[in-house]
């Protein structure tokens, strides 16, 4: 198999991993009779684990020449962590487990987009990463579809098998990509912008990726090289500001459906994973077209106004075929922010080395939005009702449009469309010869 193929491969089956039994976590508590606060606890433990552990994980990517390895390691402990939820039965062992599947998975993200960026470099990384997403998404959807058949033929006991299933079909498509594949430079972004158009311009083979393995590289800035990027630390705000207002909304039209006696819990459930995932999957397969012909700031712009059109379609359609729109929205925004938001961030830090700790500060900016949604919305719903809440939720995320618009003469400079790659060489082309 050809690495780049045996790469996106990786991505369909750790689709599977990083979720772990986390759609059904809740469920399968509740059957073992827990109540809906301790639920809601230890998933929250799990959050702050993985948001706060972030960063950290980016920096250990960018330091270790053996991503592989890495990759290897976080995916049998993240599976580990997962499994031992199975025989836990008190808060502490259940809590452990899902601290333990959170801090090793945080690592898996920032792992895969530096394999992704030393197999193919800066200038293809946006086409790479795209198709990355787009199994990702599709495994995903094969892997929520499955999960849900077993645990409904055999028991909740299936779902373990199928994540363990998925983490040993994860290691061997690690092992079917060749270290020599990898470019450790890249990887971390060391390259200086001539050295990048040099290489990507030319036949790339493995030998000469192991060649400047063992080279001198330009030595790494420190950290305060993302303090000092002040386009990073406005994606980061808008980004924070985008999920603070999205990461609420899907569960609370679920509720809101529910409780108005307009679905079915579990059909609903999953008619919503399914809409939204085979969007995000014709979204990320769109995305690098559209960067390559209209830039990230457009990109991105697109995906901040989904959200205040996704609140407000919520908060008038809360009936089980309002679930179409709602969840096409949803898919639209996250499915052009999960290939466009890497890419931009290897952009903006090229030459840093510190592409992959980027990759951590900004999956911490998302995560602290996403962490305070539940709280911001599950107030408001209680208090104003539903559609309240989606028409507030979805009105945060006008702070990030004013934040595109404020800095928009500073961003467009840095978010311009990729130039065209030279001579016909491309870096998919290098890989499949690779």
Known sequence: MKPARALEALNFFMADVQAGIGPFIGVFLLARGWGADAIGSVMTLGGLAAMAATPFAGALVDSTRSKRALIVAATIVTTLGSLALLPASNFAAVSAAQVVAALSGSVLVPAMAGVTLGMVRARGFDRQFGRNQMANHAGNLVGAALAGWLGWRFGFAAIFVLAALFAVLAIACVLMIPARAIDYASARGLEHDDVVRRTESSHVDPASNAARNTDASPPAGGLRTLLDSRPLLILGAALALFHLGNAAMLPLYGMGVVTAHHGNPSAFTAQTIVIAQLVMVGAAWLAPRLIRTHGYWWVLMASWLALPLRGALAATLMDSAGVWPVQILD???????????????????????????GQGAVATAQGVGAALSPVLGGVLAQHFGYASAFVVLGAISIGSVALWLVYAGQLRRVCAAPQPEGDGATPDAALERS
């Open 331 to 357: 898919g639209i925004g996250a499915g052009l922010q999960s290939v466009a938001v890497p890419a931009l961030v290897v952009r903006l830090l090229q030459g840093t080395g510190r592409v992959n700790v």
